[in-house]
């Protein structure tokens, strides 16, 4: 079923351009499915605030009993006030500033996931410094290649993610030194927008040798958190709204191993809000170049990115109802901004287009809007929302 219909084209004939558009139905069934095969195996999840921190879209994810993935200080403070308990916050990253640890010391959220010795020297002292004890993951980097965009894995050797297992040794010899930190889990996160399943069953495997590898020197973790990367189909998203969790919760269910009582975590972005998002534009002007047509519009690279930063595919259509008997053409559909980068889909097939078409690029909830930046003085782009309860 068409996400579109008249009514949605009436309604935005008459607003100004661009603007965010959040389907709020979609993103409770989607929260709903993610939920039901995750406590099949009672996995928990925290969504990745990252992929879109908007109040209205954290509302529900904290009404499903989700918690929250930050990676500053800010989304920290974000997730605390979308109402996310302080003991459903993880706070990940490689570059926490002081201010930021201590933010998520005061909030006292449920743990740091850690990518350096040094950072667990820094969260240590800091914690002495305010007379408390830092929860923390050890972030390790299980060295698997992934099928995605080389800008988004982060599971390799040579990135800046996670401790390399060189530092495991000295890691050890130095957590006794370290009193005000608990060490409370084990981390990954191999990369996002990941729709083959062996990758995640690869990482799995790894996983499971660093896990026996430090519980054989003593080191024991009451969590495991495998981090997020669950992709979605940007080509069909009227096909397949709603991501493979079913697939998904079972790999890690077969390949993860637990010890009794050891909790699952996971951190899912982009798979629980990337469909029930998608950023309206108008056509401004249409233009013939040497041998293409382009179809400027009045949103680019400054609303959405992903196309000009990963050469990211987002399905884009005509939003009209009565657009039946125009012929076809293929446009470079391109943004307003003052770079050649500036395009939001090349080689685009589309009813004839012309000045005032409304255009809907989809899938576009996750990494969109939390993207988007003020080049050229842009200004912010607001957002609208469907089916708010
Ligand atoms: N956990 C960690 C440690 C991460 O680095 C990320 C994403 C996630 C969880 C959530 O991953 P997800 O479930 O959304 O795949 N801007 C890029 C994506 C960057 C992802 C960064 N890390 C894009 O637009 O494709």
Not at 208 to 219: D, M, V, Y
Not at 254 to 266: A, D, K, M, S
Not at 338 to 362: H, M, N, V, W, Y
């Amino acid at each position: 079923m068409n996400m579109f219909t008249s009514q949605h084209y009436r309604r935005f004939a008459q607003l100004e351009t661009p603007f965010y558009y959040y389907d709020l139905a979609l993103l409770e069934k989607t929260l709903q499915v993610a939920d039901l095969y995750a406590s099949k195996y009672g996995f928990h999840i925290h969504y990745a605030l990252k992929a879109n921190a908007n109040f209205e879209i954290l509302q529900p994810i904290v009404k499903a009993g989700f918690g929250a993935d930050c990676v500053s200080g800010n989304e920290v403070k974000r997730a605390v006030e979308a109402g996310f308990p302080p003991e459903k916050i993880v706070f990940a990253g490689v570059g926490k500033s002081d201010r930021e640890i201590l933010i998520g010391l005061s909030e006292n959220i449920f743990c740091f996931n850690v990518e350096s010795i040094e950072e667990l020297q820094v969260i240590d002292a800091l914690a002495a410094q305010v007379g408390t004890t830092a929860r923390l993951a050890l972030r390790v980097n299980p060295l698997v290649e992934v099928n995605t965009h080389q800008y988004i894995t982060t599971g390799t050797a040579e990135n800046k993610f996670g401790i390399p297992p060189r530092d495991f040794d000295s890691l050890l010899a130095l957590l006794p030194k370290l009193s005000h930190l608990q060490i409370v889990g084990l981390h990954m996160h191999i990369g996002s927008q990941i729709c083959q399943m062996n990758n995640f069953r690869d990482a799995c495997q790894k996983f499971n040798e660093i896990r026996r590898w430090f519980e054989q020197h003593g080191l024991h973790f009451a969590h495991l958190n495998v981090g997020g990367g669950l992709g979605v189909d940007y080509h069909h998203p009227d096909q397949n709204p709603i991501a493979d969790f079913e697939n998904y919760f079972d790999t890690f269910n077969r390949y993860l191993e637990r010890q009794p009582g050891q909790q699952v975590h996971f951190e899912l972005g982009r798979a629980l809000v990337a469909q029930c998002g998608s950023l309206i534009t108008r056509v401004l002007y249409v233009k013939q170049g040497q041998t293409k047509h382009f179809a400027i519009v009045d949103a680019g690279m400054t609303e959405l990115i992903r196309p000009a930063l990963y050469q990211a595919y987002h399905k884009i259509e005509l939003l009209d109802p009565f657009h039946g008997n125009r012929s076809l053409q293929t446009y470079d559909i391109v943004g307003p901004v003052c770079e050649s980068s500036d395009f939001l889909g090349k080689a685009i097939t589309l009813p004839q287009l012309q000045r005032g078409d409304l255009l809907a690029i989809r899938t576009a909830g996750a990494y969109g809007q939390v993207m988007a930046s003020a080049y050229n003085l842009r200004d912010k782009v607001p957002a609208i929302y469907e089916n708010q309860p």
